[in-house]
C-alpha cells in the first residue's frame, strides 16, 4: 500500500537567512539616497532633449533604475542556494499478513432489526472497517443461506472487495441457514494457505437447518488444514422483529420471534480450531468482536517512508539571469561613448 504526499518547501531553507543582510544592504542604500540621485546611474542615454521630453521614455523608464535589476537578481540567486522544490513521500506498507476468509449469514432472519437498520447491513458496515484495518492480509467473502457461494476469493484488492459487499443482500440464494456449508465453501477458497496462517470468520445469527456438509464435519476439516475459526453469533436477547413468512409478491411480513443461535455448536466448532465463539448482542458489541479479533490474529507489518525531492531551482536561475541582463544592457548596448 502506498501513501504519498506532497508538499512545497526549500531543501537548504538556512540559505534563506541571506534575504536578511540583503534588506539591510537595500534599506542602507536608499537612507543613503542612492535611489533618489540620478547621477548614480551610471550610463547616458543617446537622446535628445526633446526626445526626452517626449518620452521619458520606456528607456528611461526601465534603465533609469537599472540597480534595482541587480538587487532582484542577487535575490534570485539566494533563492536558488536555498533550493525551492516539492517534497513528496512515499509510504511503503508491507508484512506477512494471514488469509482471512469471511463468511456471512444472508438467510432472512438477518434483516432482524434489533440492529440498525438490521443486522445484515450493519454487518457489512462494519466488515467494510475491518477490511480497512488489515492492510496486508489477503481477505475473501463467501455468502451462504441455504446454500453458499463465494463473493470474492482471496485477495489484496480491499478497494475492490468493499465495492462488493453493498452487493450482499437476502434472497439472492435460496433462504435456510447452512452453516457447514458456509464453512466448507471458505476453506475451499484456502486450500493453498499454509497451516497455522489462515483464520475464517463466520457470522450467523441462527441454527443449521440445511445443507449437505454437517457443521462439525466443517470444522474439523478446518482443524486438518490448520485454520482458525472465529465465530459470531449476530441477535440480540429474547424478542426481535424479523421476517416470519414471505407473501406470493415474494414480500416478507414481520412479526416479533425468539432469537435462536446454536451458541453451543459454534462454541464446539470454533473451540475445535483453537479459535473463539464471540456473542454480539448490538452494533457496538459486533465492532468491538471485530477488534479484538485484529488484536489476536496480528500480522507482522513494516512502514518504509522514501522521500523524494523535485527541484525547481531553474525558474529562479532564469530570472536571476533575466535581471543580470537587464542590468548589463544599458552598458552593452545604449552607453554613449566619448
Not at 541571506?18 to 543613503?32: C, E, T
Not at 508491507?94 to 454487518?123: H, K, Q
Request: hydrophobic share 45%.
Amino acid at each position: 500500500m502506498f501513501e504519498n504526499l506532497f508538499k512545497w518547501g526549500f531543501e537548504q531553507p538556512l540559505f534563506l537567512l541571506l534575504i536578511v543582510p540583503w534588506l539591510l544592504i537595500l534599506l542602507w542604500k536608499k537612507n543613503g539616497g542612492y535611489w533618489q540621485d540620478k547621477s548614480q546611474s551610471g550610463f547616458l542615454f543617446p537622446l535628445t532633449n526633446a526626445d526626452r521630453n517626449t518620452s521619458e521614455t520606456v528607456w528611461s523608464r526601465v534603465f533609469y533604475r537599472k540597480k534595482w535589476f541587480l538587487d532582484l537578481a542577487i535575490l534570485m540567486l539566494i533563492l536558488v542556494l536555498a533550493r525551492p522544490g516539492n517534497f513528496s513521500e512515499e509510504m511503503t506498507i508491507e508484512g506477512e499478513g494471514v488469509d482471512i476468509m469471511i463468511a456471512i449469514d444472508l438467510s432472512s432472519s438477518m434483516l432482524a432489526t434489533d440492529f440498525y437498520p438490521d443486522r445484515l447491513e450493519a454487518a457489512k458496515e462494519l466488515l467494510a472497517d475491518f477490511i480497512d484495518s488489515r492492510p496486508v492480509d489477503r481477505i475473501g467473502i463467501v455468502a451462504f443461506a441455504g446454500e453458499s457461494f463465494t463473493l470474492s476469493p482471496l485477495t489484496t484488492d480491499h478497494s475492490m472487495l468493499k465495492q462488493l459487499i453493498p452487493e450482499l443482500h437476502c434472497g439472492m440464494i435460496a433462504d435456510g441457514t447452512a452453516i457447514g456449508m458456509g464453512l466448507a465453501t471458505a476453506l475451499a477458497r484456502m486450500r493453498d494457505t499454509p497451516p497455522e496462517s489462515g483464520l475464517v470468520i463466520l457470522l450467523t445469527d441462527g441454527v443449521n437447518n440445511t445443507g449437505t456438509i454437517e457443521p462439525m464435519t466443517a470444522a474439523r476439516m478446518a482443524e486438518q488444514m490448520g485454520i482458525t475459526l472465529y465465530s459470531i453469533g449476530v441477535g440480540s436477547e429474547g424478542m426481535a422483529r424479523a421476517p416470519i413468512r414471505r407473501n406470493i409478491d415474494g414480500s416478507l411480513v414481520f412479526g416479533n420471534v425468539r432469537v435462536e443461535i446454536d451458541e453451543a455448536l459454534l462454541r464446539e466448532m470454533s473451540a475445535l480450531t483453537g479459535g473463539r465463539y464471540f456473542r454480539a448482542d448490538r452494533e457496538e458489541t459486533l465492532e468491538e468482536i471485530y477488534n479484538l479479533i485484529n488484536e489476536l490474529e496480528v500480522s507482522e507489518i513494516t512502514a518504509e517512508s522514501v522521500r523524494y525531492f523535485r527541484s525547481w531551482y531553474r525558474l529562479p536561475m532564469g530570472l536571476a539571469l533575466f535581471f543580470c541582463f537587464l542590468y548589463l544592457i544599458p552598458d552593452v548596448v545604449l552607453k554613449k561613448f566619448p
